[in-house]
């Protein structure tokens, strides 16, 4: 069993930046793919970002290329997402969410264990 905490969201103006975290319980989490979605209130919940087990390998939603990057450290069980040049139509809760499969996988069936978010608002 895996239990993941997010940290790290808040109110940030546009064209600011926020660090986000996700920690992770459990001797296993080394080995799964990691994935960081997020929802806006009406909207599906989307992946933003994703990371192999031994991070070579990661995934960007178009929207975030080039701002976001995501990042672990297996011996620390953590994730950390660093956004950057953050914009208005980023603002949503964020959500950890850990995959049996060492891939950096992008669809919500392949996550297995999911942290219980940190809202993220991006003022204009």
Known sequence: QVQLVESGGGLVQAGGSLRLSCAASGRTFSSYGVGWFRQAPGKERECVAAISWNGHSTYYTNSVKGRFTISR????????????????????????????????????????????????????
């Open 73 to 124: 450290d297996n011996a620390k069980n953590t994730v950390v997402l660093q956004m950057n040049n953050l914009k208005p139509e980023d603002t949503a809760v964020y959500y950890c969410a850990a995959s049996h499969s060492p891939e950096a996988s992008t669809t919500l069936a392949a996550y297995n264990y999911w942290g219980q978010g940190t809202q993220v608002t991006v003022s204009s």
